[in-house]
């Protein structure tokens, strides 16, 4: 049974500050991996993905991945309010189903 | 192109009634994926559907959930005699499957409430 294991939250950090979120996966052969942002009352929708090791930035987001250690990190920079959701931690399983975490939920306060 | 799409957008039911959901993927999309979401929790895996076939129907909580999937695009979720227990938002979301690329995109569900 493939796990995703991610901080329930609420994490809360100050407006401008880095948020750091985390995911640690069960299956050592997993080869990408994703992260969502849902608002409450929407759905997920894709804001990172990474296949290798290391860093992988896109605007004020950074993905961190670390198969050595089963973990995945999401930094988001300069956290404004808006950014205040759930993050969504997925890997990709066998038959292209993939698990997903049960969400860190992040507050961005002013 | 236009994302995925989902009707109706809220599904009021009473107890015992048949329900049926709708999916319309992303184009060319292969992959279609049925998950529950109740109130506060996270994603449940219903069903998984590579162009009209279902090889895996794990997820379907109970024998009154069905799923097909017609033309390779298309897909009904059908619940029979509806419990207060189904009620959820139903998402429904699309992929390419080629390699290791297979991230999803999610249409914007579908709020089942069952009196």
């Known amino acids: 049974q493939k796990e995703v294991e991610q901080n329930s939250g609420p994490l809360s950090v100050p407006e401008g500050a880095i948020a750091s979120l985390n995911c640690t996966y069960s299956?050592?052969?997993?080869?990408?991996f994703f992260w969502y942002r849902q608002y409450s009352g929407k759905s997920p929708e894709l804001i990172m993905f990474i296949y290798s090791n290391g860093d992988k930035e896109d605007g004020r987001f950074t993905a961190q991945l670390n198969k050595a250690s089963q973990y995945v990190s999401l930094l988001i920079r300069d956290s404004q309010p808006s950014d205040s959701a759930t993050y969504l931690c997925a890997v990709p399983g066998g038959s292209y189903i993939p698990t997903f975490g049960r969400g860190t939920s992040l507050i961005v306060h002013p | 192109g236009a994302g995925v799409s989902q009707s109706p957008s809220n599904k009021v039911t009473e107890k015992g009634k048949d329900v049926e959901l709708r999916c319309d993927p992303i184009?060319?999309?292969?992959?279609l994926y049925w998950y529950r979401q109740s109130l506060g929790q996270g994603l449940e895996f219903l069903i998984y559907?590579?162009?009209?076939?279902?090889?895996?129907k794990s997820g379907l909580p109970s024998d009154r959930f069905s799923a097909e999937r017609t033309g390779g695009s298309v897909s009904t979720l059908t619940i029979q005699r509806t419990q207060q227990e189904d009620s959820a938002v139903y998402l429904c979301?699309?992929?390419?499957?080629?390699?290791?690329?297979?991230?999803?995109?999610f249409g914007p569900g579908t709020r089942l409430t069952v009196t």
């Open positions: 559907f590579q162009g009209n076939s279902a090889p895996d």
């Open positions: 979301a699309s992929s390419k499957t080629s390699g290791d690329s297979y991230e999803q995109y």
């Open positions: 184009s060319g999309h292969t992959a």
């Open positions: 299956d050592r052969g997993s080869q990408s």
